[in-house]
């Protein structure tokens, strides 16, 4: 059955390679985002001088959300977007999704441009945001989605059918006519995944659906992005920081850093990168701040020695090698670590996970400690 603007998938025109044959849903090119910090001046604060690297275009103040990102998205492809908070995850689905403006390059999706065919683009997308408070708490979750079906123009009849058959695929059809005020967080971001496919779009953006859920609550929306992709054909972008979530759905995932795509391929294919050999944990308590440092002089040839601090207490913390052989360099490590009066509770040599190819390829932890909401800019 077709609901509101079903049609778009019909008339679409998606971007392919002429070469492989590829037909693309979502197709980016050198697209670039970037923010100018807004200073408050104060009052009489035009009378003020402006700093010489403000004046003369230096980069204080600047940050690149968007660097230069070029990819593509195949049709019925559940793709994720993997990195920490503030690697450019979110501003990349504000672009896809018309919110956000690019400062160069292009994007198309599903055959529309993002800049010149906004009506359209937006008519084949559902949009889903971790967290977000765009729902209306005070109303009911029918009423929501009622509401909603009358900004997309659907017909009465067909609003009343679409609202039902979605709150039934949420399993909320029994607590339906409840104020969202008196939902739980898991149950108001099932109702903001109804909405989105409320006009049944062929392509849906997801921005960190599961942020802030309890574990029950994330399986099931993980199953039910499964099922959308699986059963329906429909295109998904899913963006996470959630390592687990993007290596169970994804069928390819592309590791971002610093607004830069540093890698795209499937996860089998991203964990080759890292060889078993190169590939060391040590779990210990308390280790010092500056414990990176130390063993990176101790050890020079591996490539990447990254702290995991615990997330729970009483629980030990990590320290990751990765690369140049770092089995070989085991012994020197520990040795160090026994030096600094540090208690190791086990030391192994680890299969490959996500976040040890995002180290490898970028020195970086997959979850930045301090940083705020990748929301925030990025």
Known sequence: MEWGFSWVAEGSRMLGSKESG???SIQTVGLTKV???????????????????????????????LDNVSLGIRSGELFGLLGPNGAGKTTLIRCLSTLLIPDEGTATVNGFDIQKQTSLVRASIGLV??????????????????????????????ALERTDELLEAMSLSDRADERLED???GMRQKVAIARALL??????????????????????????????????GKTILLATHYMEEA??????????????????????????????????????FNPPQDVENHLRSMAPAVESIILVRAEEE??????????????EHVGTVIDALRRKDISIVSVNINVPTLED??????????????????????
């Open 22 to 24: 590829e037909v693309y």
């Open 183 to 185: 939902y739980s967080t």
């Open 35 to 65: 923010f100018r910090k807004k200073k408050h001046r104060g009052f009489f604060g035009f009378l003020r001088k402006k700093p010489e690297e403000e004046k003369n275009g230096g980069e204080k103040g600047i940050t690149v959300a």
């Open 357 to 378: 190819v995002f180290i490898k390829l970028t020195g970086a932890k997959l979850v930045k400690e301090g940083k705020r909401n990748d929301t925030d800019h990025a």
């Open 199 to 232: 006009h049944d779009p062929p392509i849906l953006l997801l921005d960190e659906p599961t942020l802030g859920l309890d574990p029950t609550f994330s399986r099931q929306i993980r199953n039910q992005i499964k099922e959308l992709c699986k059963r329906e």
């Open 314 to 327: 009483g629980k030990p913390s990590r320290i990751k090698l990765i690369g140049g052989k770092a089995e």
């Open 247 to 284: 290596d169970e759905l994804c069928d390819r995932i592309a590791i971002m850093n610093d607004g830069k795509i540093v890698a795209v391929d499937a996860s089998d294919r991203l964990k080759s990168l890292v060889k078993e050999t190169e590939l060391v944990e040590v779990a210990c």
């Open 129 to 158: 945001v971790g967290g977000e408070r765009t729902l209306y708490w005070k109303l009911t979750a029918r009423d929501n989605l009622l509401y909603f079906a009358s900004l997309y123009k659907m017909p009465r009849r067909q």
